[in-house]
């Protein structure tokens, strides 16, 4: 209990799965939790789970106005914001190569997945530089240092997340900002859209035999380890990449 006691955290795509879980853990151990989605119901149900110390704001990432106005509410309404999980995404249609996919498709997947990441930092960084300091944690994938040939804009907009967390890290940090920047890296978790990518009983069949650790990853497992980037814990921790994925980045 405690560990991100008193902290405002921005959690992005919370209405489901990973953000989902990642908001009731902070709320959990001590943060006020702002609950945002593109998807109403979904946040305001998140919410309704955390019970006390949260509130929902309709969010669509991959605008800039929303982020303004959400940014700006946050410094109003709590104080501060000393927290942002960028963790909102989109997988899009599956499986989608890149001769099937249409330019229509790509560029929503970068809009949502790499713009809605880059609009995060950079509206987050003044307001945590007004706060004393901040952390920030991009959610980008296994898929940044694999190949994805059924998810080929997916792949390509997780492997931008990864390479540009490392620039916002290290840019703050060279300019004194107090604002850490990392990213997290799922393997194949169980919410609705690793679903989605295993439509059958043989395909996940097939995709578990190739973890390690012999199953799927649970949403609260990628939680644990934002509630870790975002704790004072992580002090010492900028421009780093955590994979969590049953060991499947390690063969
Ligand atoms: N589940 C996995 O296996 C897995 C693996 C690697 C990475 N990830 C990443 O983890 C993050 C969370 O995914 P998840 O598995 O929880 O998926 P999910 O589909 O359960 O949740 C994603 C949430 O993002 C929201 N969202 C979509 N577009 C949005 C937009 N433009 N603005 C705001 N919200 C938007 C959705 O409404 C949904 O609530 C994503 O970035 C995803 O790419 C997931």
């Known amino acids: ?115 809605g990441v880059f609009l995060g930092c950079k509206h987050a960084v003044p307001a945590m530089r007004q706060s004393g300091g901040g952390s920030i944690v991009n959610t980008s994938s296994l898929a940044a240092f694999l190949a994805t040939p059924d998810l080929s804009a997916y792949g390509a907009s997780k492997g931008a997340v990864r390479q540009f967390t490392k620039t916002v890290a290290i840019d703050c940090a060279r300019k004194g900002y107090k604002v850490r920047c990392n990213s997290v890296h799922p393997g194949v978790i169980m919410t609705p859209m690793g679903e989605s990518v295993l439509p059958s009983d043989k395909a996940r069949d097939r995709m578990k035999k190739r973890i390690p650790i012999g199953d799927f990853g649970q949403p609260e497992d990628i939680a644990y380890g934002i509630l870790y980037l975002i704790s004072d814990e992580s002090r010492f921790v900028t421009g780093t990449e955590l994979v969590i994925d049953g060991g499947m980045n390690a063969i």
Not at 79 to 85: M, P, S
Not at 95 to 104: H, N
């Open 1 to 115: 209990m405690g560990r991100v006691a008193d902290k405002v955290v921005l959690v992005t795509g919370a209405g489901s799965g990973i953000g989902r879980a990642t908001a009731k853990l902070l709320a959990a151990e001590g943060a006020i939790v702002i609950v945002s989605d593109i998807n109403a119901a979904g946040g305001q149900e998140t919410v309704q789970q955390i019970g006390g110390k949260a509130r929902f704001e309709e969010h669509d990432t991959s605008h800039e106005d929303d982020w303004k106005r959400i940014v700006e509410g946050i410094l109003e309404r709590e104080g501060k914001l000393n927290g942002l999980a960028n963790n909102a995404g989109i997988s899009g249609p599956y499986p989608a190569t890149f001769e099937t996919e249409t330019l229509e498709q790509w560029r929503r997947m970068l809009s949502v997945n790499v713009e």
